[in-house]
């Protein structure tokens, strides 16, 4: 059971997409976690000649918190654009597919078919950002205020071990703007001095809760935009590229679903069937359309000039 070339070639260019957008969302995380660090070396500086005072302690950690606070907003906020983004990518794989076939054999039904998936993005959007998607019921606004717990925990740590270490205050500043900048090198002395913290990389929940985020917006879109599409009735999950390099040969449940036979073809399965991908997944899900354009097209065609078609009604019908 293999799909027609038009449709992989939308699903291909939805995958780099992808690829393009969680690199930048990656970036742009590191950059917040860099830009935190320079505001650091700032208080860094100006703490030269300070005595650590418990007064001067108390202000100081003020200051840190509301850093870390404004690295929760602005990663929020990097994290719910990309998911927008990811939701959209998903579904225009089938609005495109179909806005194609309408160009093709003027169908005049762009607009029935905009408002077939207009709908999809937005609710799967706001699943994932409410946690509704979730088993746990947690949303992204929490999860990422449970990153920051961590990070003001581990902040806690590093004053409390640089105090017993007998530290300057700007000695212990700058340890701190090396915990906040992800791009820092953190040597063995620092390793011994903070062993609770050790090569905690400070982005890395941020990171992973991103990447995964963007991976299941994209996944529940695009699983609910080809339930609306009346020519697809499984879909493939297809290993990603970099599957084996990063495996080192090993396998793991993806492996179990690329090669799963239900009776509908190596690695398909019918769309409430389908599995969802674990965090970081890099694997492909998509569609298979069996038919090809021109017959796809035809149909259309006739069922527009009045020939019956229950099938198509029903979805027009249920996806308005």
């Not at 070396?41 to 202000?59: E, G, M, P």
């Not at 606004?141 to 449970?146: D, F, L, N, V």
């Not at 695009?222 to 080192?248: D, G, K, Y």
Request: aromatic share 10%.
């Amino acid at each position: 059971m293999e799909t027609n070339k038009e449709y992989l070639e939308l699903v291909n260019e939805a995958r780099n997409k992808q690829i393009k957008l969680t690199q930048q969302n990656y970036k742009d995380l590191k950059d917040i976690f860099k830009q935190a660090s320079k505001e650091l070396s700032i208080k860094s500086s100006s703490a030269k000649n300070k005595s650590l005072t418990k007064r001067f302690l108390q202000d100081y950690i003020k200051q840190l918190r509301k850093i870390t606070k404004s690295i929760s907003s602005e990663s929020e906020k990097s994290i719910e654009d990309s998911i927008i983004k990811s939701a959209n990518n998903a579904t225009d794989i089938q609005l495109d597919f179909f806005n194609i076939i309408d160009e093709k054999y003027n169908l005049n039904l762009k607009e029935s078919f905009t408002s077939m998936f207009s709908k999809v993005p937005i609710e799967a959007i706001s699943e994932i950002i409410s946690g509704n998607f979730y088993k746990d019921g947690t949303g992204l606004s929490k999860r990422i205020w449970w990153n920051e717990k961590k990070v003001n925990g581990d902040i806690d740590y590093i004053i409390q071990q640089g105090i017993e270490q007998k530290k300057s205050i700007y000695d212990l500043s700058k340890d701190l703007e090396t915990y906040i900048n992800p791009q820092a090198k953190k040597d063995w002395n620092w390793k011994n001095v903070y062993p609770g913290v050790g090569n905690k990389m400070v982005d890395y929940n941020a990171q992973r809760l991103a990447r995964t985020s963007i991976n299941h917006a994209y996944f529940l879109s695009n699983t609910r935009s080809c339930e609306a599409n009346p020519f697809i009735n499984v879909m493939h999950w297809e290993l990603s590229l970099q599957h084996s390099i990063r495996m080192h040969g090993r396998t793991d449940i993806c492996d179990t679903y690329a090669n799963n036979d239900d009776g509908y073809g190596r690695g398909n399965f019918l769309i409430k069937n389908l599995p969802t991908p674990h965090p970081q997944c890099l694997c492909t899900q998509y569609g298979v359309v069996e038919d090809d354009l021109e017959n796809i097209g035809t149909r259309l065609n006739a069922w527009v000039n009045g020939k019956p078609d229950k099938q198509l009604d029903d979805y027009l019908k249920g996806h308005k």
